[in-house]
């Protein structure tokens, strides 16, 4: 299936650094969504974006939705060692039907060391 | 706690074989969606269900199949299974109908086909 292209794949950072990390798509999504998974757990919703240059933040997450429906990027602010996981983006095309499934990135690592 | 309940946490079983996840949507929430997750694939959307109804349907094999009962639970069968299948299966619910952005996450089944 279709699947959002996610980049870096990893990364390891120290700890107090800034961390960005972009999703991008080759068709138009009306919803951007950032998700966190921990080890053995389920995704957990950071961010929901739904307008096309909207600028979000929830604490120390920032995410964009690109101006052309195409991409998002999240930023992660001075990393402490809980924000150690993979990140999802996921886009939704629509509101009803198949295209109000969610179609995931392929996630990015963090690793964060201290 | 995300409120959404999956059972079992793991499963092992022969290829062949037919198993059944459980999962349980938190409190007043109709929506059900079905992923699976594997290392290569990413998060794949399989199925959707709303009040009982199917909604939207992803990449699920023949062999899968899923349901909505009355009280709003949903069950996913996975039948002649293979070893492909191994993976996390999630499910997620939400209060609404193709609002993603209010979707939440069980803990998830991990299947192992040996």
């Known amino acids: 299936g279709q699947q959002l292209n996610q980049s870096p794949q990893s990364m390891f950072i120290q700890e107090g650094e800034d961390v960005s990390m972009n999703c991008t798509s080759s068709?138009?999504?009306?919803?951007w969504l950032w998700y966190k998974q921990d080890p053995g757990e389920g995704p957990v919703l950071l961010i929901a974006l739904y307008k096309a240059g909207e600028l979000t933040s929830n604490g120390r997450l920032t995410a964009q939705f690109g101006i052309t429906r195409k991409d998002s990027f999240l930023n992660i602010s001075a990393s402490i060692p809980s924000d150690v996981g993979i990140y999802f983006c996921?886009?939704?095309?629509?509101?009803?039907?198949?295209?109000?499934?969610?179609?995931f990135g392929t996630g990015t690592r963090l690793q964060v060391t201290l | 706690d995300s409120g959404v309940t999956q059972t079992p946490k793991h499963l092992i079983t022969a290829t062949g074989q037919r198993v059944t996840l459980r999962c349980s949507p938190r409190?007043?929430?109709?929506?059900v969606y079905w992923y699976q997750q594997s290392l290569d694939q990413g998060l794949q959307f399989l199925i959707q269900y709303y009040n009982g109804e199917e909604r939207a349907k992803g990449n699920i094999l023949e062999r899968f199949s899923a349901q909505q009962f009355p009280d709003l639970h949903s069950e996913l069968n996975l039948s002649s299974l293979e070893l492909g299948d191994s993976a996390l299966y999630f499910c997620?619910?939400?209060?609404?109908?193709?609002?993603?952005?209010?979707?939440?996450f069980g803990q998830g089944t991990r299947l192992t086909v040996v």
């Open positions: 996921a886009g939704q095309a629509g509101r009803t039907g198949t295209a109000s499934k969610l179609t």
């Open positions: 997620a619910s939400s209060s609404k109908e193709g609002l993603y952005a209010e979707a939440f």
């Open positions: 068709s138009i999504f009306n919803t």
């Open positions: 409190s007043g929430d109709l929506s």
